[in-house]
């Protein structure tokens, strides 16, 4: 659905994406990597407002950059660096961008007394801090009723209760069967649900799922009133380690068959240990 094949994109003398080939479909999909690896390059590049250098970009097989105004009908964005209409209310850019994609406004409603946004969206917007700023963009953004949600860098000047509500939002759009590609250098926990991701350094991908990993990481993670029994048998899985925090053990370890016996026989869950992968590859 949100295709790069080969693509390189070069700012003057600067490669800010050098030969990345990366492909996204439904679900919750991750862009990680440091400041100035190239993420905001390639969602715009998706998102239509750049043209890439050679190589190609496809959103459900058409050419972002050419056939633009079909693109953003079906892509719901919000790039952290678009200035917002600092001569409107909070409420009258909602209502603007709620009328343009023919979203109710009862839902916007909703969702803006989710953010906490209602409480001073009456207000001009360039009187807003730059965190009262990115919730009213990102309501504009995740109110939308359409196929796909790019988010970049949506974590960043959040207090803990609103990433946790952007966080729920984004959980149900997953549940929705929505793409959802988040580009940030913040884990924060939403990560479990990860179908697919890259993590880019200095424009080019240093690894990405599917495709690219020799060995998954993984946890398991067993809700029981038997820790110390389940973490003995974990040994058995040969894991990288074995954390404990109240009636939940985490083991730590890779994809292999034996993992999928052992969630079944104590009932645990597993997915990709996408922090420690980030975390281990950033050292390097």
Do not use: Q
């Amino acid at each position: 659905m949100f295709t790069a094949i080969s693509i390189t994109k070069k700012f003057g003398p600067i490669i800010a994406l050098n030969n990345v080939t990366i492909e996204f479909n439904r679900g919750l999909n991750m862009l990680l990597g440091p400041n100035g690896s190239g993420k905001s390059t390639l969602l715009k590049l998706w998102s239509g407002l750049l043209k890439p250098t050679k190589g190609r970009v496809e959103v459900y097989g058409l050419d972002p950059w050419r056939r633009r105004a079909e693109v953003v009908k079906r892509v719901a964005v919000f790039f952290e660096d678009l200035p917002a209409p600092w001569w409107l209310s909070g409420e009258e850019y909602v209502k603007y961008v709620a009328e343009k994609r023919g979203v109710d406004w009862s839902r916007v409603r909703e969702y803006a007394e989710r953010l906490g946004v209602v409480e001073y969206w009456k207000r001009l917007i360039r009187g807003y801090s730059s965190g009262m700023r990115k919730k009213l963009m990102l309501l504009a953004v995740l109110s939308a009723e359409t196929e796909s949600y790019i988010l970049d860098e949506p974590y960043t000047l959040l207090d803990k209760e609103s990433l946790k509500t952007i966080n729920e939002i984004i959980v149900e759009r997953v549940r929705e069967d929505k793409v959802v590609i988040i580009a940030s250098h913040i884990l924060t926990g939403i990560e479990k649900l990860v179908n697919g991701f890259a993590i880019l350094h200095n424009g080019r991908v240093i690894v990405k799922y599917p495709g690219g990993l020799v060995e998954i990481p993984l946890v398991v993670e067993c809700k029981t009133d038997k820790p110390v029994e389940i973490a003995r048998e974990a040994l058995t899985l040969n894991p990288l380690r074995v954390v404990f925090r109240g009636n939940i053990v985490y083991i730590y370890t890779a994809k292999k068959p034996e993992i999928y016996k052992f969630t079944r026989e104590y009932s645990c869950v597993e997915y990709l240990d996408l922090e420690t992968l980030y975390r281990e590859l950033m050292k390097t």
